[in-house]
């Protein structure tokens, strides 16, 4: 919580709240933020305060920190003794948004908003303090909001944890695939979502469906054989990440967005089991 003060006399706190908001422009989007006002000592009650800032990304990797920016959307705040709102505004980019979200690899965000407040009544101490608050918005909240702006899409799938260890297993490295996402470790994550396709491969007789729809002509195939074809397509290109094969899978490289297309095809193969009888 980033505190304001003024002299002994009083001080003003600014808390930032996991809220985001868009509205759609053209290559660049206006980001609002909200922060909520608190004021505590001896003040004049709706004593007006002018709000500014810049706002950082020091926590996301990458050669830029800058954003944009910060002002307040409507007029000045008036101090009071309870907890009252504020919004700030910047413009972000298209070419920011794809920085964010490629930094924050599936993180949740954390910006730092670097402030000032003046008071345009209180003339009794310097009218001008500054102060950073960290805003740090989850995950989700952030991957919805940038889905609405329709900048980019977001699923996320989920795979129930049950008591059969069969499933809770691949459900686990599932989980295990998205961290090491975020650590940079993509083979590994190809590795995990190519041993998360062990039970669905069994449950569905995939090698078997699959040997069988090889005789026919793709056109003729089930629908069941479809999905065999696509289950054992996935597990053959993802068996590349933990086997060298020589003049082959040796050369295999996987890039974050390989992993990406990799655990999710994987959770969405195990979470369709819970569909099947």
């Known amino acids: 919580m980033a505190n304001f003060s003024y002299g002994n006399a009083y001080n003003v706190n600014m808390r930032a709240q996991e809220h985001v908001n868009f509205s759609m422009g053209w290559a660049a989007h206006r980001l609002a933020l909200t922060f909520e006002v608190t004021a505590h000592g001896q003040f004049t009650e709706d004593a007006p305060f002018l709000v500014g800032g810049r706002l950082w990304a020091f926590d996301v990797p990458g050669p830029a920190n800058w954003l944009g920016t910060l002002a307040p959307a409507g007029a000045p705040i008036g101090l009071k003794p309870f907890a009252t709102t504020l919004t700030m505004e910047t413009t972000v980019t298209e070419d920011q948004l794809r920085g964010l979200e490629k930094g924050r690899a599936g ?7 670097e402030l000032t407040v003046t008071g345009l009544a209180e003339t009794k101490h310097w009218p001008t303090t500054s102060a950073q608050e960290p805003v740090r918005i989850p995950h989700a909240t952030w991957s919805d909001a940038i889905t609405q702006l329709d900048a980019g899409a977001f699923v996320d799938v989920l795979v ?82 933990p086997h060298d094969d020589t003049g082959t899978t040796e050369h295999f490289t996987w890039t974050r967005a390989d ?19």
């Not at 993180?107 to 908003?113: I, K, V, W």
């Not at 999710?264 to 099947?276: G, I, M, N, Q, Y």
């Open 160 to 241: 129930p944890l049950t008591e059969v260890e069969a499933r809770a297993t691949p459900a686990r490295r599932i989980r295990e695939a998205k961290t090491a996402i975020r650590d940079g470790r993509y083979e590994h994550a190809v590795s995990l979502a190519r041993a998360a396709l062990d039970p669905v491969r069994e449950t569905c007789g995939t090698q078997s469906v699959y040997n069988q729809a090889l005789k026919k002509n793709p056109k003729d195939r089930s629908q069941e054989e479809r999905w065999a074809m696509l289950t054992q397509s996935a597990y053959a290109l993802f068996s590349g990440a």
């Open 259 to 277: 992993a990406i297309a990799a655990v999710v095809t994987a959770a969405s193969l195990l979470a369709r089991l819970e569909d099947l009888p």
């Open 107 to 113: 993180a949740d965000l954390n910006l730092t908003a």
